[in-house]
């Protein structure tokens, strides 16, 4: 097609657009000549657009329109109008709707299923690691002599972990051991004395017995008139003072027993001090109770410590999971349920168990628990602290208490 024809074509629209404006019927609205306008100006564009294509591809466009024209025509054909000229809806094919129904079965069926999922567990983010952070303390005041720890240290049950001055309850167990001496020694004198009280009183029996067999045999002569009467009498009095001496020799004897006891009391305090004393020299050692980690360390060299004074944390190998529920999630939680314990920090699951049921809510464990009676109440959701087991035979050497993790309770 020359380029020429369409510069004559457009000067020919553009004076008759001109021409319509120009003769036009002033009895025309405003919307028509607004419209034949606006048609004039489509015209113009796709001439102009028409004008920059390279004619190379002047073939193809003016093949594509017809072809374009064509299918419209064929769509129009296809879709009859209706009377008042509006095309008809679409009819759905037999094919269409049994596919439409194998997707709403599909889909109704895997949300049963994501349901019954969602239903069958509850989780929580509000949880942490939890175990036992032990104080380590002195039972003794004393000096600090030496610390063999740091903070982060592993160390092993009945390690050594800090040394007092020992000095001092050195020397008050060997007071005691010799206190426990001498105790000794006044009960083995105090034995000897009721040995020696025994016998007299044995001695004093057998002469008493004699004087009392005299004074008898004397009692059945005097009747007979064959001694005088002095002579008894001598006897006699002789019989009633040797009944006096064993009785007084007895006495003696009781009291050395008594003696003895009080001493052998004595021993036994005596023995108790050093007993006491020896374990305040072992306190000097204060040794681990566990093993674990040392964390914590306030004790620093020369220090005075005081008894129960702080000077070190020591946390165990042995952790569980606290996990805060809401009290709207406890309904089916039993203990025994399995768990899957999400640790944050290592991005690693483990396995658990519920070990048991909290008694109360966490509020009220608080230093200033909420009073509801006060008439200030207002009803949240509470939360109580459920307690997670780990399983046996898993790999807890990563664990820290503290640790965040997200608990997931399998209720069925």
Not at 145 to 171: E, F, H, I, M, T
Not at 317 to 340: D, Y
């Amino acid at each position: 097609m020359d380029m020429n024809g369409f510069d004559d074509t457009r000067e020919t629209l553009l004076n008759q657009d001109s021409d319509e404006i120009s003769d036009g019927p002033s009895l025309e609205s405003e919307n028509d000549f607004s419209r034949q306008i606006r048609e004039l100006r489509l015209h113009l564009e796709r001439l102009e657009a028409f004008q920059r294509t390279p004619k190379s591809n002047v073939p193809e466009l003016a093949q594509e329109q017809p072809d374009q024209e064509h299918q419209d025509q064929e769509e129009k054909i296809d879709q009859p109008e209706s009377p008042a000229g509006a095309p008809q809806p679409r009819r759905w094919r037999p094919a269409r709707i049994a596919l439409a129904l194998v997707i709403a079965a599909i889909l109704f069926v895997a949300g049963y299923h994501f349901w019954n999922y969602l239903e069958s567990y509850q989780d929580t983010d509000d949880a942490q690691v939890d175990g036992y952070l032990d104080p380590i303390s002195s039972r003794i005041n004393g000096t600090i002599n030496a610390v063999y720890v740091d903070n982060n240290q592993s160390v092993k049950a009945g390690q050594l972990l800090v040394q007092l001055d020992p000095s001092d309850y050195q020397v008050a167990l060997d007071q005691a051991r010799a206190q426990l001496a001498q105790a000794e020694a006044d009960l083995n004198s105090a034995r000897q004395q009721y040995v020696s009280a025994g016998a007299t009183v044995n001695q004093d029996e057998a002469q008493n017995y004699l004087a009392q067999r005299n004074a008898q045999r004397y009692s059945q002569l005097i009747k007979q008139q064959i001694v005088s009467q002095s002579e008894y009498d001598q006897y006699d009095a002789t019989a009633r003072a040797q009944d006096a001496t064993v009785k007084r020799d007895q006495a003696a004897a009781g009291s050395a027993q008594r003696i003895i006891a009080s001493k052998e009391a004595m021993v036994k305090q005596a023995q108790a001090n050093v007993d006491q004393a020896t374990l305040n020299l072992s306190y000097t050692r204060i040794i681990a109770p566990a093993d674990g980690i040392i964390g914590n360390r306030s004790a620093q060299l020369g220090q005075r410590v005081q008894p129960g004074q702080s000077l070190m944390a020591l946390t165990q190998h042995q952790f569980w999971v606290t996990a805060n529920f809401k009290e709207t999630q406890l309904a089916k939680m039993r203990p025994g349920q399995p768990v899957t314990i999400h640790v944050d920090a290592i991005a690693r699951d483990f396995k658990g168990r519920v070990e048991n049921m909290p008694g109360a809510t966490g509020s009220l464990y608080d230093l200033l628990p909420p009073e509801n009676a006060t008439g200030n109440y207002v009803k949240i959701v509470q939360r109580l602290p459920v307690r997670i087991l780990f399983d046996n035979g898993q790999d807890l050497s990563q664990l820290r208490p503290g640790m965040s993790v997200e608990p997931e309770v399998w209720l069925r």
